[in-house]
């Protein structure tokens, strides 16, 4: 079965060098990041849940994959990774079923994390997430979609005491078990990052920038990464100018939180454009 323009392309992106895959949370941030040339994007849960005046991690599924295929929709030309959370289910056949319906929004890639949202028990037993990339993986091929499986560990985000080394050891699992990307979210360093590239044993890994740690695109590069994502990191960008301007009015009765805005002109010509090219 032929894969779609999206699959080969994004397939093509993890073969050498290195990617930024920003994180668009709705149409307008798909349309701009898609004018500032990023050859491919990616979902953010968080982001969009803010959007929907929910917090990350408690967006029903099935608003999830309207979601996804509004992204797909607005930049059709551009590969889409859906951040598809823990596919939205505890057994390896309920992630199953999830991803093929997460294959049909049309997205070129998803991502299976393993935490399991719970706090009393935040990460998938070992034997139980690997079960659950398996059954992604099966999902996936059975589609004959190509669609790129990018396997997550969560030890950093989820507060695990041997972060690094229960990553490391993850990773490796996922690999074995069919992903086709490995990503642990939540090292801030290069020798961080270089353990799990390593782990990943010469499979294309995904590293996380959500914050300023001091490395550039060419330093993570450096490491044999290939793909840099940045989750919610945007979404909370404009979160946080919003949250102090609409604070010092509230709080002072000051507009000085509209110092830093630029004018209107970016944008208005840019949709013009835009909407007509698309039209």
């Known amino acids: 079965m032929a894969y779609s323009a999206q699959v080969d392309a994004f397939r093509t992106l993890h073969e050498a060098g290195c990617f930024v895959m ?16 990023f050859k491919a994007l990616a979902s953010t849960s968080a982001g969009f849940a803010f959007t929907q005046g929910r917090a990350d ?15 797909v929709k607005a930049v059709p030309d551009l590969p889409i990774n859906a951040d598809f959370e823990n596919g939205y ?23 299976i994390e393993d ?10 037993p070992f034997e139980l997430a ?30 695990h005491p041997d972060a690094l080394n229960e990553s490391a050891r993850r990773i490796a699992a996922y690999a074995e078990a069919g992903a086709d990307v490995l990503y642990a979210p939540g090292p801030k360093t290069l020798d961080q990052i270089s353990r799990i590239v390593a782990a990943a044993g010469g499979k ?23 793909r840099i994502s940045i989750g919610g990191a ?20 000051s507009f000085r939180g509209f110092a830093g805005n630029g004018p209107s002109s970016p944008l208005n010509p840019f ?9």
Request: charged residues 25%.
């Open 22 to 37: 920003p994180n668009p949370w709705d149409v307008g941030s798909a349309r701009w990041l898609r004018g500032q040339g």
């Open 130 to 159: 690997v079960e659950r990339i398996r059954a992604a993986r099966k999902a996936i091929d059975e589609t004959g979609s190509g669609v790129v499986l990018t396997a997550r560990a969560e030890c950093f985000l989820t507060g």
């Open 234 to 253: 945007l979404a909370r960008a404009a979160w946080a100018a919003f949250i102090e301007a609409t604070r010092l009015i509230a709080e002072e009765g």
């Open 204 to 226: 294309p890994v995904n590293a996380l920038v959500y914050g300023d740690f001091g490395l550039t695109v060419s330093d993570i590069a450096a490491l044999g990464v290939r």
């Open 89 to 111: 289910a505890d057994t390896p056949d309920g992630v199953g079923a999830n991803v093929k319906l997460c294959i049909a929004t049309g997205v070129a890639g998803l991502s």
């Open 115 to 124: 935490a399991t949202g719970r706090s009393e028990d935040p990460l998938y």
């Open 57 to 71: 991690q408690d967006v029903p599924r099935d608003m999830m994959l309207a979601h996804l295929a509004d992204l």
């Open 271 to 279: 949709f013009t454009e835009d909407l007509k090219a698309r039209s």
